[in-house]
């Protein structure tokens, strides 16, 4: 079953603080023309004699339209799985597009 959500206005392009997943992002958003998302929801738990345990939770969705629009993929959450899930996007359609166009790489 897909999981669906909704996203506030200031919840969209967010830096994630992260410059290879945020250039991964641009990259993923400009060579498919979707809307890519990334959401990183950093949970703090206060203790009183120890240092508190800081987390962070990492979503990344795309824009499907509809009621809930935002489609969350489950397959990632932490930094490193949707960092190597943007790059396979964005090494896929590149790898597609050099198989529809061999000349192009013969000439450079």
């Not at 400009?30 to 998302?37: G, H, I, P």
């Amino acid at each position: 079953m897909v999981a669906t959500t909704t996203l506030m206005d200031y919840e969209r392009n967010k830096s994630t603080l992260d410059e290879d997943v945020d250039y991964v992002l641009s990259e993923a958003r400009k060579l498919t023309n979707k809307d890519w998302q990334v959401r990183v929801t950093v949970h703090r738990e206060k203790r009183w004699f120890r240092e508190d345990q800081v987390s962070k939770t990492w979503e990344l969705l795309v824009y499907v339209g509809g009621c809930l629009p935002w489609q969350v993929l489950m397959c990632a959450k932490d930094r490193d799985t949707v960092f190597a899930y943007l790059a396979g996007v964005v090494s896929g359609v590149r790898g597609a597009e050099a198989r529809m166009n061999p000349m192009k790489e013969q000439d450079q």
